[in-house]
């Protein structure tokens, strides 16, 4: 199906737009739950895939293990990314939904390390590789869909919900934890019940595979000219100033939202000293603000510009990032740790609310989708996928501190990119689709 949609305000391509995007984003949603799935319940399966030991040793094998997920999202970007730009948005979008899938199929059915020996290890990687790859397609193609079928004056409002589906994935896993740990034992969590949210995870992708095929192809990407260019590294690399933004632009957004949100959990658990079941509430809680947060900071940026947005969180992020997570790492109270999450998080949707349609606002229809996920993948690579790993080891070394304003530091070049880059909401390719 490929009926038009109007780049229009009325009722009916309004309404078109909206279904659109809400296909969209629920696909977005259960990709990322995948992907969140796999911290959120890492405490329950570590002693699973690895030799047991250390508690920390524990932790840090699996957060290398999500690291080496992040390896494949650069792959990931490129391919699926290549692949929406040259066969559409619509099609890439089932197939990276397709490898999340069989990726959650992976870990749920891996017998332990006990059984198995290193195989245990060595398959869980497998999986993760293969969810890398999905979820680095997954951002490229999505946030390229949602800012292109959006309606002109209202893309920061429509393209935000690229992280509200994101950080609601993450909600959502945080709430089967919640429903598991009410109904079951510590040990039956540790035994067996943290398989429950892969396969759950498993079987969502599928339904979503249904929905996806159900979806319109954006307009701009049928009304492009030309194709034999289409998705192309040297078409991509006619654009070497936007290649340099995005990485510029996504260093600090990815290494604090990181810090802020999968870490976190660890954090409060083995820094602060927080219950763990006490500890999902309160991310539980702060990710429903934050997810809150998106389309309204979203819709801001349609009436005051991105830029302004972006120097908000440059500077409260610079400044504010140390105490702020040093005040954590040293409360033993829920509700100060909460209201400390949540001003970091507020700080944090200066970038997460518009980021996806800043980088799809630089790149014409033609490389678009290989222009947002190729660089944006390998700077979350790079930094995003190691800052747990990275804060983990400095913790066991006796230097965390460092990592505080290793954050602070990352946010600040950020914001010197911030400063001298132009409001890309204005003469924005988006509005012409056969630009190059």
């Known amino acids: 199906m490929t009926t038009r949609v109007p780049g229009t305000t009325s009722a009916s391509g309004e309404k078109r737009v909206i279904g659109n995007v809400l296909r969209g984003s629920v696909g977005n949603l259960i990709e990322w739950y995948d992907w969140y799935a796999y911290s ?17 040793a524990e932790l840090l094998n699996t957060a290398a293990v999500f690291a080496v997920g992040f390896l494949m999202r650069p792959i990931g970007g490129w391919l699926l990314g290549r692949f929406a730009d040259r066969f559409g948005r619509r099609t890439a979008l089932v197939l990276s939904v ?21 195989a245990a290890p060595i398959i869980l990687v497998i999986a993760r590789l293969l969810q890398g790859l999905s979820v680095g397609g997954e951002y490229s193609t999505s946030a390229t869909y949602l800012s292109e079928v959006a309606s002109p004056g209202r893309r920061g409002f429509y393209s935000s919900f690229q992280y509200v589906t994101l950080t609601a994935g993450q909600l959502l896993a945080l709430t089967l934890q919640l429903v598991l740990q009410q109904v079951l034992t510590q040990q039956q969590m540790h035994d067996w019940g943290w398989r429950i949210a892969f396969a759950v ?25 030309g194709g034999h260019d289409r998705g192309t ?3 991509l690399l006619r654009h070497p100033k936007e290649v340099l933004l995005v990485v510029g632009l996504t260093l600090g957004g990815t290494v604090a939202f990181y810090t802020y949100t999968t870490y976190m959990q660890k954090f409060m658990e083995n820094t602060a000293g927080i219950p763990k079941t006490t500890v ?11 997810v809150l947060l998106q389309p309204l900071a ?41 209201l400390l999450m949540l001003a970091a998080l507020v700080i944090v949707t200066g970038y997460t609310s518009i980021n996806a349609i800043v980088k799809a606002e630089l790149f014409p229809t033609n490389v678009r989708a290989l222009g947002v996920g190729l660089p944006y993948a390998l700077t979350v690579a790079i930094f995003g ?45 988006i509005d012409r689709p056969d630009a190059e």
């Open 98 to 118: 397709s490898m999340m899938a069989f990726g959650s199929l992976l870990i749920t059915f891996t017998p332990g390390h006990e059984t198995i020996g290193v």
């Open 385 to 429: 996928g190691s800052s747990e790993y990275f804060a983990l080891w400095l913790k066991e070394a006796g230097h965390e501190q460092v990592f505080f304003y290793y954050v602070a530091g990352c946010v600040l070049i950020s914001l010197i990119v911030y400063g001298t880059m132009r409001e890309t909401s204005k003469r924005s390719p």
């Open 233 to 235: 590294l040297r078409a």
């Open 298 to 338: 979203g819709a801001l940026s349609d009436r005051i510009g991105r830029r302004k947005l972006l120097l908000f969180f440059g500077i409260a992020g610079t400044v504010l990032t140390v105490p702020l997570m040093s005040a954590m790492g040293s409360t033993r109270q829920p509700v100060l740790a909460l």
């Open 40 to 56: 959120a319940f890492a405490t329950y399966f570590s002693h699973s895939f690895f030799p047991k030991g250390d508690r920390t």
């Open 280 to 290: 999902t509430w309160i991310n539980f809680a702060a990710l429903l603000v934050f």
């Open 201 to 225: 995870g498993a079987l969502a992708a599928v339904v979503v595979l249904f929905l996806r095929r159900g979806m319109d192809e954006s307009e701009s990407y049928r009304e492009q000219r």
